[in-house]
């Protein structure tokens, strides 16, 4: 049973970049497209990327265009999210799920997605 762990959170200061993990375990991740969410307190869930199995084509929120880029290593059965130019405004708990093969389902609320992790803190704050 795939299972999913994130990792890389932090603080950082405004302008800041930082890289959060989400290591899979249980099934390889050749199979599957990764989303990634975030969640601020008081605020709803808003999907922040997407990256399919097939192509590793990739989906980005327009709040995170130019500063976020997803990529996967299949190899080490990990997909990451590389955050560059923090602001304040990106301060949440970042989660990854999980569904079969491509993005096609993937929306703010994640709701065709499966297999959550617990979340990593990003705290963009000076």
């Known amino acids: 049973q795939l299972q999913l762990v994130e990792s890389g959170g932090g603080l950082v200061q405004p302008g800041g970049s930082l890289r959060v993990s989400c290591a899979a375990s249980?099934?390889?991740?050749?199979?599957?497209?990764i989303g990634w969410f975030r969640q601020a307190p008081g605020k709803e869930r808003e999907g922040v990327s997407c990256?399919?199995?097939?192509?590793?084509?990739?989906y980005m929120a327009d709040s995170v265009k130019g500063r976020f880029s997803a990529s996967r290593d299949n190899a080490k059965n990990t997909v990451y999210l590389q955050m560059n130019n923090l602001i304040p405004d990106d301060t949440a708990v970042y989660y990854c799920?999980?569904?079969?093969?491509?993005?096609?389902?993937?929306?703010?609320?994640?709701?065709?997605?499966?297999?959550w992790g617990r979340g990593t803190q990003v705290t963009v704050s000076s």
């Open positions: 799920a999980a569904d079969w093969e491509s993005c096609a389902r993937y929306n703010d609320y994640g709701d065709a997605f499966f297999s």
């Open positions: 990256i399919s199995a097939s192509d590793g084509s990739t």
């Open positions: 249980g099934s390889t991740l050749d199979y599957y497209a």
